[in-house]
C-alpha cells in the first residue's frame, strides 16, 4: 500500500468534491461539486470536537447529519444555530457553512 497516495486521495475527495477546509475554530463548506457522471457522494462519520458527522453531497445542495454521542460540546452554525441531531439540515450548493463547537 502507498500509504501518502491513500491520504492525498482522501484530500482530494474531502477538500475538493466535498468543499470542506479545516480553519482554526471548525471546518468551513463551502461550494461542493460533484465529479461528472455522479450523482452523489457521502463522507460517513467525520470526527470534529468529539462529535461524529456526515456529509452528503448531491447536485444541488449539500447535508450534515449529526450523529448522537456522549459529547456534551454540540456542534453549531457559525451563526450560533445549533445543527439538529439525528436528522439531516440541508444547504443550497452556493452557501458557505462553518462548523463550530457551542
Given at each position: ?39 452523489s ?46 436528522q439531516?439540515a ?13
Amino acid at each position: 500500500n502507498f500509504i501518502t497516495g491513500a491520504g492525498g486521495f482522501l484530500q482530494g475527495v474531502l477538500f475538493g468534491y466535498g468543499g470542506m477546509r479545516i480553519v482554526e475554530d471548525g471546518i468551513t463548506i463551502s461550494n461542493p461539486q460533484l465529479p461528472p457522471n455522479v450523482t452523489s457522494i457521502k463522507v460517513r462519520r467525520i470526527d470534529l470536537f468529539s462529535n461524529e458527522f456526515d456529509l452528503l453531497v448531491t447536485s444541488t445542495s449539500y447535508s450534515i447529519f449529526v450523529h448522537p454521542s456522549g459529547s456534551t460540546t454540540r456542534l453549531c452554525l457559525s451563526s450560533g444555530s445549533p445543527l439538529p441531531v439525528g436528522q439531516f439540515a440541508s444547504f443550497p450548493l452556493l452557501q458557505t457553512s462553518k462548523i463550530v463547537p457551542c
